[in-house]
C-alpha cells in the first residue's frame, strides 16, 4: 500500500511522520500489532470529507519518536469494531467521534452512548442533510435530554 | 465488602479552579472507582475552522485555554507550516523558544501555588504567584498581553525582542531563579508536605504506559519522553534532556515540574546565546493549505497534537486538537483507585487539570 | 446590616471559560495586586456568598448549574461578568454548543470587558460591585424597616426590595 511521508522539510526533527490507509476490518488486527510494539495510542480522530469519513488512529512511539497514523475510510452507515480492549483508554476518543460526527462504533469498552459531552445539537460535525441517515438499529442516536440539574458538592 | 456509595465531585468545589464532575464509587472511605463526567467546558470551537480564514483562526485557537495559550498558538501555525512547507526564519524560531519557555514557567509557578494551597498551605500559594507576576512582566514587556499573547502568525512572529529586553530578561530571571529555589526548598524539604505526597497515588512504569500518560506524568514514573526532543523550533541547538524522575508517585511529579522550571530558565539563557543578533522575523505565506500535517508540541502539561486538513481553500477543512489532560484522564482515574477519599484533590492537581484545554 | 462593604465574600464560577479570565480573578487576590486588603474574600461557598463573579459564557451544560448557585446565594447578591466571553460570548460566540453571555441565564449587574480581562478592571468592578452591594443592603433595610411585620409570600425571583416594589409597578400598570 503506498504510505505518504509528511516530513517538515524546514527543520530537520527527529521521528518520522507517516499515515498509512487501512481497511476498517483491519483495524483491531494493526491496533494489535502496535500493541506489541510498545507503541502508545496518541489519539483517534475523525473528519467528514467528500461524502465520507476518514478515520485517524495515531500511535506514537516514545523510543524513536516516530509516528504512525492508520487511516480508515469509511461510509456514513459503516461501523467500526472499537479499540478499547486493546487500548483501553481508546474508549474516550472513540465516545468523542460517535457524539460529535454520527460514527458508529461497537463494542466500546466504557460506553458513554453519547452522552460524553450532552449537547443538544445531533452529531454537529456533519453537514445537516447527513444526520438523521439511519445506521445499525442497535445504536441508534438519540437526540440526548435536556441536561439535569447538577448537584453541587457544598463543602 | 463494605457498602458502596457514589459520591459525586464537582462542578463547583473550592479547590477546583475548573468545573469537572467525577463520580466517585466509594467503600468504606477509599475509593474503588472513578467515572469523569467532562463537558462542562465544551464549547466546540473546533466547528468553528470551516467557518473562518485559516490566518484568523489563530485567535480562536490560542483562546482555547488561557494558561497553555502560547503551546495552543505555536502548534497550529507549526501544523500549517508543516502543510504549506513554510520555513521559518532562524531569528524567529529562537524567539517562539524564549516565549514558550517562559509561557511554561508560569504555568508550572501557578501550577505549584494551586497543589499547596489545596492542602492549606496558603501562603507557598502566594509566594510562587509573587514571583509569576515578575516573569508575567517580563512576558508584557515583550509581547503586551499577560495571558493571551498573540505573537504568532504563519510563517514567523509578529514583534521582536531588543536588546534592552533581552538584558531585563536576563537580569530578572537571574533573581528569579535565586527566588524559586528558596521557596521550593522549603516546599520540598517540609515534613507535611512530604506525609501528603510521598507513596500517593503511585503510577508504576507499566501502568503509565499502559494507560498512555504523556507529560509529567509520565516522566515522574521514569518514561524519558518528551516532544522536545524531536527538535521542533531551535530545541535541536540547545541541548535539552528531558527531566525524570523514578518513583511515581505524587511527591516525584512535584519535583519533576519544579526542576523543569529551572530547565527552563536554562533553555532561555542558551536560546539567547545561540539566536542570532539580526534577522527577519516572518516568510512571505501565499496561497491556501492544501493537504493536512500532524503536528506535535510539548506543552506544560504533556504532549499535545495538532492536526490540520485543507483542500485549498482558504478554510480549513478540518482542525483538531488533542490536549494532553485528555489523556492523562484516563491516568488520574487510576490513580484514585484505592486512594483515601481526602486525597482526591491532591490527586486531580498533581495532573494538572486543564479542562478547558481538553473540552475545547 | 452595617457596613457590609468594609467585607464582601466573593463566589467565583468558571462557566466555560478558557480560564485566562479565572486566572486573573485569582490573580487579583494575590500579593502584587491584593484586593484582599479592601477586605475581599474568595469563598467556595454559595451560601455565604455576596457577590458571584462569572467567567466564561453560558452552554447548554453549565446553564442549570449556574442559576442553581444564583439561587442558591442569599438575597440582596450582585452579580458580576468579567470577560468578554461573559459580558457577551466572546469569540465563540457562534459555536454549536454556546447560549451567549451570562445574561441567558442570570441578571448581569457589572459588566467588566477584557480577554483577558486585566486585574486592574477586575479590582474596578469588585469596586464597584461592593458599592452597589451597600446600596441594594441599604434599600432592602429601609423596605423590611418600613414593612415590619408584614407577612408575605417570598418570591425568589425577586432580587432586592426595589425589585418587588418595581414588579408590583409594573404589575399594576399591564393591569390598568
Known amino acids: 500500500m503506498p504510505e505518504e511521508t509528511n516530513e517538515k522539510k524546514a527543520v530537520r526533527q527527529t521521528g518520522s511522520n507517516t499515515i498509512v490507509p487501512v481497511k476498517a476490518d483491519e483495524l483491531v488486527e494493526k491496533a494489535v500489532e502496535m500493541k506489541k510494539k510498545g507503541l502508545r495510542l496518541s489519539q483517534a480522530c475523525c473528519s467528514w470529507v467528500n461524502n465520507q469519513y476518514e478515520i485517524s488512529y495515531s500511535f506514537a512511539d516514545d523510543q524513536t519518536l516516530d509516528y504512525i497514523t492508520l487511516r480508515i475510510l469509511a461510509e456514513r452507515t459503516a461501523t467500526i469494531s472499537s479499540i478499547s480492549e486493546i487500548y483501553p483508554y481508546a474508549a474516550f476518543y472513540e465516545n468523542e467521534m460517535e457524539e460529535l460526527f454520527g460514527l458508529n462504533i461497537r463494542y466500546i469498552d466504557l460506553d458513554y452512548h453519547n452522552r460524553l459531552y450532552r449537547i443538544k445539537t445531533k452529531a454537529p460535525f456533519l453537514p445537516e442533510d447527513q444526520r438523521e441517515v439511519a445506521t445499525d438499529e442497535t445504536k441508534k442516536i438519540s437526540a440526548p435530554d435536556a441536561p439535569e440539574t447538577q448537584k453541587e458538592d457544598a463543602n | ?360 | ?176
Open chain 3, 1 to 176: 446590616m452595617g457596613k457590609v462593604k468594609k467585607s464582601p465574600w466573593l463566589l467565583h464560577y468558571d462557566g466555560s471559560s478558557c480560564n485566562g479570565c479565572d486566572i486573573e480573578v485569582l490573580a487579583t487576590l494575590t500579593p502584587v495586586y491584593d484586593a484582599e486588603r479592601f477586605g475581599v474574600v474568595n469563598t467556595g461557598d454559595p451560601l455565604q456568598a455576596d457577590i458571584l463573579m462569572i467567567t466564561g459564557g453560558i452552554n447548554q451544560q453549565n446553564a442549570p448549574v449556574v442559576k442553581q448557585l444564583y439561587d442558591q446565594m442569599p438575597r440582596p447578591k450582585v452579580v458580576v461578568a468579567v470577560g468578554t466571553c461573559a459580558c457577551s460570548g466572546g469569540v465563540f460566540r457562534e459555536c454549536y454548543n454556546m447560549l451567549g453571555g451570562a445574561d441567558s441565564t442570570v441578571p448581569i449587574d457589572i459588566y467588566v470587558p477584557g480577554c483577558a480581562a486585566r486585574p486592574e478592571s477586575i479590582m474596578d468592578g469588585i469596586m464597584k460591585a461592593v458599592e452597589l452591594f451597600q446600596k441594594r443592603s441599604d434599600e432592602h433595610d429601609q423596605y423590611e424597616k418600613e414593612h415590619k411585620g408584614e407577612a408575605g409570600p417570598v418570591d425568589p425571583n425577586i432580587n432586592t426590595a426595589r425589585d418587588k416594589v418595581k414588579m408590583q409597578e409594573m404589575k399594576g400598570a399591564a393591569d390598568a
Open chain 2, 1 to 360: 465488602m463494605g457498602k458502596r456509595s457514589v459520591i459525586p465531585f464537582g462542578p463547583q468545589h473550592p479547590v477546583l479552579p475548573e468545573p469537572i464532575h467525577l463520580d466517585l464509587v466509594v467503600e468504606d472511605e477509599k475509593i474503588v472507582e472513578a467515572i469523569p463526567n467532562i463537558g462542562f467546558i465544551h464549547r466546540g470551537l473546533e466547528g468553528l475552522a470551516p467557518d473562518r480564514d485559516f490566518q484568523k483562526y489563530l485567535y480562536v485557537v490560542e483562546r482555547t485555554c488561557g494558561i497553555c495559550s502560547f503551546g495552543h498558538g505555536l502548534g497550529y501555525v507549526e501544523s500549517i507550516e508543516g502543510i504549506m512547507n513554510v520555513e521559518v526564519p532562524e531569528r524567529a524560531r529562537y524567539l517562539r523558544v524564549v516565549w514558550a519557555e517562559m509561557a511554561r514557567m508560569t504555568s508550572h509557578l501557578m501550577w505549584l501555588g494551586f497543589t499547596a494551597d489545596a492542602f492549606g498551605f496558603e501562603s507557598l500559594f502566594y509566594e510562587a504567584w509573587r514571583i509569576r507576576e515578575k516573569v508575567l512582566d517580563l512576558m508584557e514587556m515583550t509581547t503586551g498581553g499577560r495571558l493571551i499573547y498573540s505573537v504568532l502568525k504563519v510563517g514567523g512572529v509578529l514583534k521582536d525582542i531588543t536588546p534592552d529586553m533581552q538584558k531585563k530578561i536576563l537580569d530578572d530571571l537571574n533573581e528569579i531563579e535565586k527566588e524559586t529555589r528558596e521557596m521550593t526548598k522549603t516546599f520540598l524539604d517540609d515534613y507535611s508536605v512530604q506525609t501528603r505526597l510521598k507513596g500517593v497515588g503511585v503510577l508504576t512504569k507499566q501502568q503509565a504506559h499502559d494507560v498512555g500518560a504523556c507529560g509529567p506524568m509520565a516522566r515522574a514514573s521514569g518514561i524519558a519522553c518528551d516532544m522536545r526532543m524531536r527538535g521542533y523550533e531551535a530545541y535541536s541547538d540547545l541541548g535539552f534532556e528531558p527531566v525524570v524522575a523514578q518513583d511515581g508517585d505524587s511527591y516525584a511529579r512535584c519535583e519533576v515540574r519544579i526542576n523543569e522550571i529551572f530547565a527552563s530558565i536554562e533553555l532561555v539563557r542558551r536560546a539567547f546565546e545561540h539566536m542570532p543578533k539580526e534577522g527577519d522575523l516572518s516568510a512571505t505565506v501565499k496561497g491556501n493549505p492544501n493537504g493536512e500535517y500532524f503536528a506535535r508540541i510539548e506543552q506544560p502539561r504533556g504532549e499535545a497534537i495538532f492536526y490540520s486538513e485543507g483542500h485549498g481553500k482558504p478554510n480549513l477543512d478540518r482542525f483538531r486538537l488533542r490536549t494532553p489532560t485528555f489523556a492523562n484522564l484516563q491516568a488520574l482515574c487510576e490513580t484514585l483507585k484505592g486512594a483515601e477519599y481526602a486525597d482526591v484533590p491532591i490527586l486531580i492537581l498533581t495532573i494538572d487539570p486543564c479542562i478547558s484545554c481538553t473540552e475545547r
